[in-house]
């Protein structure tokens, strides 16, 4: 018995935002094409007016002890469907480094 193919959830209808997983993979594969580096990790998702807004952890600079290793966060913005409009280096820090907790006095 034949079967149809399904289109990949990758491609939606117009005006639709695509699925919360679909934008975090297609993100990371998007910014490791441009920068040549395999994203470490997914930090943060977030909707917005234009589509989706997803920060993104990198190793820039790997070194021994990894705890020492350069890490930097990218925010990479894309459209409702998930294709890249823009990116931006954020911040910088050493692997080990763990943000200070602010609401401490």
Do not use: C, F, H
């Not at 917005?48 to 600079?61: K, L, P, R, S």
């Not at 990894?66 to 294709?83: F, I, N, W």
Request: no cysteine.
């Amino acid at each position: 018995m034949p079967t149809a193919e399904r289109k990949s959830s990758d491609s939606n209808k117009a005006g639709e935002r695509a699925p919360a997983a679909v934008a975090m993979r297609k993100a990371a594969e998007q910014l490791s094409e441009l920068l040549g580096a395999v994203p470490d990790s997914i930090s943060a998702l977030k909707p917005n007016d234009d589509g989706w807004a997803v920060d993104i952890e990198v190793v820039e600079i790997e070194r021994i002890p990894e705890t020492t290793s350069v890490m930097a966060t990218y925010r990479v913005l894309l459209d409702p469907g998930g294709e890249l409009l823009g990116y931006e280096r954020i911040r910088r820090y050493a692997r080990g480094q763990t943000d200070r907790d602010t609401r401490r006095g």
